[in-house]
């Protein structure tokens, strides 16, 4: 029994000062590229469509704009 504090096997105790660290981040690096392909590719969908957005409203604008210019042409030819 241990007197002092809780009482720990220290036998099953993960040995952190014998692992090798470079190993570990080694092995996630495949999954790490594929998160960071997915993101660019997120991204990249997320500024196409605001650019399609912006193109379409800007296209909208611009036949406001014309539809304007002519009512006011027929109005100074009436």
Known sequence: MCSSGPCIDQERL???SGMN???T???HVP???YILAA???ILCLAFAGAKMY???RLAAQ???LEADKRKRA???DD
């Open 31 to 33: 999954l790490l590229l």
């Open 21 to 23: 660290w470079k190993v």
């Open 54 to 56: 912006q193109r379409k």
């Open 25 to 27: 981040v080694l092995e």
């Open 74 to 76: 027929e109005r100074k």
């Open 14 to 16: 993960p040995s952190w």
């Open 62 to 64: 611009r036949q406001q």
């Open 39 to 41: 993101k660019t590719l």
